[in-house]
């Protein structure tokens, strides 16, 4: 914050407070600095919510071993962050296949609940050869996701509808849908808790290399297509240029309209198939509450990625540790699962405001009126 | 002839929240914010709003306590967007979730939650409660009573103020209220301030005066509602407050018919605020009735540096 005075008349020192500050649009600001920005704002964010949390009574030197040297060292937990991950991924990626076209998919969480549901339609019913079954279910779950983004997509394109209230409220509406299913006719038979008859075996995420879930294997392929298709694609330079400037995309002939639909199709079968991940890979049946959580992680995800799929995946790793670290928090100290939820919105607000000081800088220009 | 005597006599309770929180939306929408952090800010109005009356006892001291916490969380999202610029939808979106979490840990942290607090006494409005049918419209608690006033407040400052007439003429076209010499940042800040102190009211009254509990999410997408009513009443006070009554009528409605023995399938019932909120913005959507009325630069940032 030196003043930059150009001219030739010797400086005098103003006090700070006394000088006149103006903002100014920086021009591009190198990558290194960037980076560094952002990593400093990541920072303050843990910083801050470390100390909510040492605040709330967790022991300092708990939250360092416990929660960060464990996680990465301990194969036990290296897995269950993994298993954490891949549906995490999913919804990240979602997210940002729908920003990508400025759509504001935040039924994220709906759409999970409908590749679930998809999925353990298929498995209940019995469709289709046990040996192919764990295909049909996830295909079951693209289109379950899908189908729950047309509504919001359709109001928007036809009716000009905002997405983000109409793709919301569709979450709450998909959550009853669940419980309805769950405590009705979709219940276990064997006791009186709200879920599903659990899977078979052969319908469940199998185990590759070592305990490893193959659902962060899939996670990983899908990730690697949608990198593809954004960054090496036709139409992810397409997307690019209407995400730029929708209008002039259109006038010089992009097929906007065809390509928003359709990353926004993809974006509600992506987080379908992040349902299915959960569905036969964690839980093995459907149960009440385990989409809860997701929906916001995905939009944190894609946000801090800045819609990058795989930076997206790499985001999405980080957001499941702290998955995990939050689960053991609520076993270890009684810490409430929202606390995740706080630490991801600190994150969020930390970042979003250090974007700030990547597109602006503050000038003094002097104490005379 | 009972059925509908007790619906109406409900109806009140639950219209408030919303009828408060889309005023406080709307006031902060006329400047030009697009706020979709009323679900957060209601959750910490609700949270302060027992807090205080668990220590208190006092729904009065209450209610402002939940309009002064929400107000306060509220600094946090007005500096973002305000001053940092950072984009809307992605601050309120982050203030939602920050206002859970945070409200979900200090609620148990504090021991606040599942704790019952004694809330208003229903007031009868003299000889108008003997009325049939609609005499139970006139047995309702303070703040019912007190709604009407704060719209027509509202209303006039917005409407006929001069203070008013900037901060809309903030919403519509910054450059040139700035051009006028309207302090562009300082009327954006104030108005998020004013208008989350409504939306923690709304919070504040659930919890205090209508459930008398805090319990984590205790608000239930209302708060998205207000969002949505805010669309349908197309940014104009007395059409938020007849959108408040058809949502609080439609949430009172139900249990009614249940509690008459009409037997309804319980999660679709739960679904109906949800539906009814979509029902009514494409009913919106297909009459585009008169003039677009969205403020002008809703969800822009403004920075006088910035040519256009």
């Given at each position: 914050m030196t003043p930059t005075d150009h001219s030739p008349a010797p400086r005098r020192f103003v006090p700070l407070l006394e000088r006149r500050y103006t903002l100014e649009l920086r021009q591009q600001l190198g990558w290194p600095q960037q980076v560094a920005i952002i990593a400093a704002a990541i920072a303050v964010g843990l910083f801050i919510s470390g100390a909510i949390l040492v605040a709330a009574g967790v022991s300092p030197s708990d939250l360092l071993d416990e929660f960060i040297v464990q996680t990465f060292t301990d194969p036990q937990n290296l897995r269950a962050v993994l298993f954490q991950a891949a549906p995490m991924v999913m919804v990240g990626l979602a997210a940002a296949m729908a920003f990508r076209a400025r759509f504001w998919?935040?039924?994220?969480?709906?759409?999970?609940?409908?590749?679930?549901?998809?999925?353990?339609?298929?498995?209940?019913?019995?469709?289709?050869?046990?040996?192919?079954?764990?295909?049909?279910?996830a295909g079951a779950s693209l289109l379950g996701g899908l189908a729950w983004?047309?509504?919001p997509l359709a109001l928007k394109m036809r009716l000009g509808i905002a997405e983000i209230i109409s793709s919301l409220m569709l979450n709450y509406v998909a959550a009853n849908f669940l419980l309805?299913?769950?405590?009705?006719?979709?219940?276990?038979p064997k006791d009186s808790f709200p879920y599903s008859p659990k899977f078979q075996p052969f319908e469940r995420l199998p185990e590759?290399?070592?305990?490893?879930?193959?659902?962060?294997?899939?996670?990983?392929?899908v990730a690697l297509a949608a990198w593809w298709f954004v960054d090496r694609s036709r139409a992810g330079l397409y997307l690019r240029f209407i995400h730029a400037n929708q209008r002039v995309a259109d006038a010089v002939g992009v097929p906007v309209r065809r390509?928003?639909?359709?990353?926004?199709?993809?974006?509600?079968?992506?987080?379908?198939?992040?349902?299915?991940?959960?569905?036969?890979?964690?839980?093995?049946?459907?149960t009440q509450a385990f989409y809860s959580g997701y929906g916001f992680s995905g939009i944190l995800i894609a946000f801090l990625a800045r819609n990058n799929p795989l930076a997206a995946s790499v985001v999405a790793v980080v957001v499941a540790t702290l998955f995990v670290a939050g689960r053991s928090l609520q076993v270890f100290y009684q810490i409430p699962f929202s606390m995740v939820q706080l630490i991801q919105a600190i994150l969020v607000v930390c970042v979003a405001s250090s974007d700030f000081f990547i597109r602006h800088r503050l000038r003094a220009v002097g104490s005379q009126p | 002839m009972d059925l509908v005597a007790n619906w109406l006599g409900n109806l009140p309770d639950a219209a408030v929240p919303f009828a408060l929180a889309a005023l406080g939306l709307i006031i902060s929408e006329r400047a030009g914010v697009l706020s979709l952090g009323a679900e957060g800010l209601m959750l910490v109005g609700a949270l302060a709003g027992i807090g205080v009356q668990l220590a208190v006892h006092e729904p009065g001291i209450a209610l402002i306590g939940?309009?002064?916490?929400?107000?306060?969380?509220?600094?946090?999202?007005?500096?973002?967007?305000?001053?940092?610029?950072?984009?809307?939808?992605?601050?309120?979106?982050?203030?939602?979730?920050?206002?859970q979490g945070l409200t979900g840990l200090l609620g148990t942290l504090l021991g606040w939650t599942n704790q019952p607090v004694t809330g208003l006494d229903a007031i009868a409005l003299g000889p108008l409660v003997q009325l049939p049918v609609v005499g139970r419209l006139f047995h309702q608690n303070a703040v019912v009573y007190l709604v009407p006033f704060i719209f027509a407040g509202v209303v006039f400052y917005l409407g006929r103020s001069v203070a008013g007439l900037r901060l809309r003429a903030v919403g519509e076209n910054p450059q040139a209220a700035d051009a006028a010499g309207i302090p562009v940042l300082r009327t954006r800040f104030l108005a998020i301030v004013a208008g989350s102190a409504l939306v923690g009211?709304?919070?504040?009254?659930?919890?205090?005066?209508?459930?008398?509990?805090?319990?984590?999410?205790?608000?239930?997408?209302?708060?998205?509602?207000?969002?949505?009513l805010v669309i349908f009443a197309r940014w104009s006070p007395w059409r938020a407050l007849a959108g408040a009554l058809l949502f609080g009528g439609i949430e009172t409605l139900i249990p009614q018919l249940a509690a008459a023995g009409i037997a309804m399938p319980q999660y679709f019932v739960l679904m109906t605020p949800y539906l009814v909120t979509l029902g009514v913005m494409v009913w919106v959507a297909l009459a585009k009735r008169g003039a677009d009325e969205t403020p002008g630069a809703l969800g822009e940032p403004f920075l006088r540096e910035e040519r256009r």
């Open positions: 998919n935040l039924g994220l969480e709906g759409q999970m609940i409908f590749g679930a549901i998809g999925a353990t339609f298929v498995s209940l019913h019995q469709i289709g050869p046990p040996e192919s079954r764990l295909w049909l279910m983004v047309v509504l309805h299913l769950v405590y009705g006719a979709w219940k276990d590759v290399f070592d305990g490893f879930s193959s659902a962060i294997v899939l996670a990983a392929v390509l928003v639909v359709a990353s926004v199709l993809i974006s509600g079968a992506l987080a379908g198939l992040g349902g299915f991940m959960v569905a036969a890979g964690q839980e093995g049946r459907l | 939940s309009m002064a916490a929400a107000a306060a969380v509220s600094v946090l999202f007005a500096v973002m967007v305000v001053w940092l610029r950072v984009n809307q939808v992605i601050a309120g979106l982050a203030l939602v979730f920050f206002c009211l709304a919070g504040g009254y659930i919890a205090v005066i209508s459930t008398k509990l805090w319990i984590a999410g205790m608000t239930g997408g209302r708060g998205w509602i207000a969002v949505g």
